[in-house]
């Protein structure tokens, strides 16, 4: 099995609003990963935890937050989000650096 | 710098039609090379890692191949379920993380 899963799939928010994105996955990989993509581009890397502690943070502005509560979750918390921050926002793990990565399926942001 | 080009960028082909994408790149030393299918609007779809020159892997009608230079998907008799956008991601030796991506060759299959 090499599901990782994402919630909610759609989200559209204000600019004030706080909101949170989850990720989980039950494969006993040690790295978790946040990528932005933008329509028509690869994805782009914002944060990776390894064992729990945040190891790669890509200078993503402060209003994107992340959080690993525990080996199989990864959250990311939005407050004060731009209109230029709409895109799909992709999870994704590995067993560890180096092995490959499995995407989930993302969240579709709408930031008004 | 390093670099990760893909081509075509967009391949339409017939039904039955075989055809290959290319993925080149230019990185100080390659830990790995993967292939991702992505579907609009949905996560990349992992396919295949390739880590070294002389590699190859097979997948129904996709087979994968790495030379010290570049990559090639080869696609045998495609159908119209392959359509997607088909993404290539190099990773360094010195980064056990990050993946180089590639912008990505769109396939589109006629019937």
């Known amino acids: 099995d090499t599901e990782v899963t994402q919630t909610p799939k759609h989200l559209v928010m204000g600019m004030t609003n706080k909101k949170s994105l989850k990720c989980e996955q039950h494969m006993g990989h040690r790295a978790m990963y946040w990528y932005k993509q933008k329509a028509k581009k690869p994805p782009e890397l914002m944060f990776v935890y390894s064992y729990e502690k945040l190891s790669i943070n890509e200078s993503v502005p402060s209003r994107f937050s992340p959080e690993c509560p525990n080996s199989s979750l990864l959250n990311l918390h939005l407050h004060a989000l731009q209109p230029e921050d709409s895109a799909l926002y992709l999870c994704?793990?590995?067993?560890?650096?180096?092995?490959?990565?499995?995407f989930g399926p993302g969240t579709r942001l709408l930031v008004l | 710098e390093d670099q990760v080009t893909q081509s075509p960028e967009a391949l339409r082909l017939q039904e039955g039609e075989s055809s290959s994408l290319n993925c080149s790149y230019t990185v100080s030393g390659l830990r790995g090379l993967f292939w991702y299918r992505q579907d609009p609007g949905k996560g990349p779809e992992f396919l295949f890692t390739l880590y070294s020159a002389g590699e190859e892997k097979e997948k129904e009608r996709l087979k994968a191949t790495l030379t010290k230079k570049e990559s090639f998907l080869h696609i045998t008799a495609p159908k119209p379920e392959d359509s997607a956008t088909y993404l290539c991601a190099v990773q360094e030796v010195d980064s056990s993380y990050k993946l180089i991506f590639g912008s990505g060759t769109r396939l589109l299959v006629r019937p």
């Open positions: 994704a793990s590995s067993y560890s650096g180096g092995e490959t990565q499995y």
